[in-house]
């Protein structure tokens, strides 16, 4: 082997190369060059930690991560068998996992396309109304009309309905103050 070859293969090892591939490039077996990498720097790693051990440290799935991978939205190195994540691309994956919600202002982790975080997800599906663009608003106010026009009866008994359900509601509070 030729001067300066070990910090070849600590060049190569770094750029994550597999040590039967720097062997296989410079014509020695691949334990030797653990040997002689060992004997150069033993605190030589991989660059980077496994996928599994960034998703812990993101907080998300490996399913997610590996998604995120195959869009190209993270780059990792392949090590062999497996994906290394400095970093860096850790640092770029947990920007693409989170995201703040629009409506409360929480950070949430991303599952799938989701706009707001489950919390207001849930309430959005109860009240849909906070959530409305002002386009959106003005449309529902106008279904909201054509059906009280469109049926009067129903209108008429949901009307009452929340009338004693406000008057209800009053008797209680006055109650308590009086109490």
Not at 90 to 114: D, M, V
Not at 116 to 145: D, I, M, Q, T, W
Request: net charge positive.
């Amino acid at each position: 082997m030729r001067k300066g070859g070990k910090k070849q293969m600590a060049d190569m090892r770094k750029e994550g190369h597999t040590f039967q591939q720097i062997g296989d490039k410079l014509g020695v077996s691949k334990q030797a060059v653990q040997q002689r990498l060992k004997r150069y720097d033993p605190e030589l790693k991989p660059a980077g930690v496994s996928e599994e051990k960034a998703a812990a440290i993101i907080g998300c799935s490996t399913s997610l991560l590996s998604a995120l991978r195959e869009r190209g939205v993270v780059n990792p190195k392949r090590m062999a068998y497996s994906w290394a994540y400095d970093a860096n691309e850790i640092q770029k994956a947990l920007l693409a996992t989170r995201r703040i919600c629009p409506h409360c202002g929480k950070e949430f982790l991303l599952y799938g396309t989701a706009k707001y975080c489950p919390e207001c997800r849930a309430e959005r599906k109860r009240y849909p109304y906070p959530f409305l663009s002002a386009e959106g608003k003005k449309k529902f106010a106008e279904y909201v009309n054509r059906w009280r026009d469109e049926n009067p009866e129903r209108r008429r008994v949901i009307d009452l309905r929340a009338k004693e359900k406000y008057r209800e509601k009053h008797r209680k509070e006055h109650q308590q103050d009086g109490v």
